[in-house]
């Protein structure tokens, strides 16, 4: 079975300074990753990927995240936050090979707060 | 080019009713999946359609049922609603079964009473 965790439900940064936001997941095999980010009473919008390659990838908006294959992490990241940065954002996991090909498994969400 | 569309954006149902969501897939892709997201929660896997058969299924009891169209556009019906099945119904499409990201719709927002 795959699974994603997202161990803080919350994480609160000051606009201009670097921010984090971490994934574990737990796959059987060689794990697609994504960040997708929601705006209240919206869909999910696509950040970023990794598929294969560089373990850092790089996305929209400024945002990127580094592959950790040893800490099976793919933490979100961004050199200087914006107040518009402030959103739910989620982990995703596939395995393209699993018998649950096809199907993504989503954290439960890590709520990102940038102040002035 | 547009995007994944969804309908109805709200709807109120009483216990017991049934509902029908539906879903038309951004231009050019094929696979259909749908996800419940309740409230404070990740979206869950509900199921997803290609080739106008359901190809993968989350952990879902048999009320939960789907169609794909030729179109590819999809349905997800709801039988024998609960009020546990309130939450956000999110459609996501994208090309071929396992490739790349997922775009997904603003979502249908079921509210059970």
């Known amino acids: 079975a795959q699974s994603v965790a997202q161990p803080e439900d919350q994480v609160n940064v000051a606009e201009g300074n670097p921010l984090t936001v971490k994934c574990t997941y737990s796959?059987?095999?060689?794990?697609?990753l994504f960040w997708y980010v929601q705006y209240p009473n919206r869909g999910l919008q696509f950040l970023l990927k990794?598929?294969?390659?560089?373990?850092l990838v790089k996305g929209s908006y400024g945002f990127e995240a580094e592959f950790n294959k040893s800490q099976t992490s793919f933490h979100l990241k961004k050199p200087s936050a914006l107040v518009s940065d402030s959103a739910l954002y989620f982990c995703?996991?596939?395995?393209?090979?699993?018998?649950?090909?096809?199907?993504?498994?989503f954290g439960d969400g890590t709520t990102l707060t940038v102040k002035p | 080019d547009a995007g994944v569309t969804q309908s109805p954006t709200h709807l109120i149902k009483t216990r017991g009713q049934q509902v029908t969501l539906r879903c038309s897939p951004k231009?050019?892709?094929?696979?259909v999946s749908w996800y419940q997201q309740a409230l404070g929660q990740g979206p869950q896997f509900i199921f997803q359609?290609?080739?106008?058969?359901?190809?993968q299924r989350g952990n879902f009891p048999d009320r939960f049922s789907g169609h794909q169209y030729p179109n590819y556009s999809s349905e997800l019906n709801v039988n024998a609603l609960l009020l546990g099945d309130s939450a956000l119904y999110l459609c996501?499409?994208?090309?071929?079964?396992?490739?790349?990201?997922?775009?997904f719709g603003e979502g249908s927002r079921l509210t059970v009473l």
């Open positions: 796959v059987s095999g060689n794990p697609y």
């Open positions: 359609y290609y080739e106008e058969e359901e190809r």
């Open positions: 996501a499409s994208s090309f071929g079964l396992n490739t790349g990201e997922l775009f």
């Open positions: 995703a996991v596939r395995d393209p090979m699993g018998t649950n090909a096809g199907k993504s498994t």
């Open positions: 231009s050019g892709h094929d696979t």
């Open positions: 990794y598929i294969t390659g560089d373990n």
